[in-house]
């Protein structure tokens, strides 16, 4: 009985055995076992697929492209494509409120300690001693934004990316929730680990 070949669903590129194989063997090491030290953030080079996992997995890197991202997340969670133009851009928030059918908000970090910077309005900045990145502090340097954040404290949670440097992918953080609000400090905990 001979085999039969299909291309590989999660690159396209190379071919598997049909029943066999899950995915080609140069995905297979981009799914490379995992270490998650202390702190709980994943080696570089763990690659996640939306579309192929159908679920988002802490520490996992979904592309570069906050845009992409989103859109993949419409198709495959049902997030709401009507927020699909708050991300992608330039000098976006690439913040949308109520985006999933749950009513969470998905938020992309595109500044914070991690890439040694901050954006203009804001500072964010994740815990990373023991706490395995659970807290995420955030400085807001604009009232309006402080009022934003005050209406949605208790009823969101935000399904969080972050970049780990300035030319790196958007890597899942996992879902977080505002804990406190302090003048112009707000923190979020992490309340799941996947979405």
């Known amino acids: 009985m001979s085999e039969k070949y299909m291309k590989c669903p999660e690159c396209e590129i190379n071919y598997i055995v049909q029943g066999r194989e899950e995915v080609c063997a140069t995905c297979k090491r981009n799914r490379a076992p995992i270490n998650t ?18 679920k988002l997995r802490l520490g996992l890197e979904y592309g570069t492209n906050t845009r992409e991202i989103y859109i993949e997340g419409c198709e495959v969670f049902g997030w709401n494509k009507r927020f699909v133009n708050e991300f992608g851009r330039q000098g976006a928030l690439l913040y949308a409120n109520n985006a999933t059918p749950e009513g969470h ?3 992309f970090l595109a500044h914070s300690n991690l890439t040694n910077s901050t954006a203009e309005r804001w500072e964010n900045w994740f815990e990373t001693v023991e706490t395995a990145n659970d807290t995420i502090h955030e400085q807001h340097k604009d009232r309006m934004l402080m009022w934003q954040i005050r209406q949605d404290q208790a009823i969101h949670r935000r399904i969080t990316f972050a970049k780990k ?6 890597m899942f953080m996992g879902i977080y929730k505002v804990e406190s609000i302090e003048d112009s400090f707000v923190k979020y905990k ?3 680990k996947e979405y």
Do not use: C, E, M, P
């Open 165 to 170: 440097s300035n030319a790196s992918q958007y």
């Open 105 to 107: 908000a998905v938020w």
């Open 37 to 54: 030290g202390t702190r709980g953030v994943r080696n570089k080079g763990a690659y996640g697929s939306i579309k192929n996992d159908r």
């Open 190 to 192: 992490r309340v799941l």
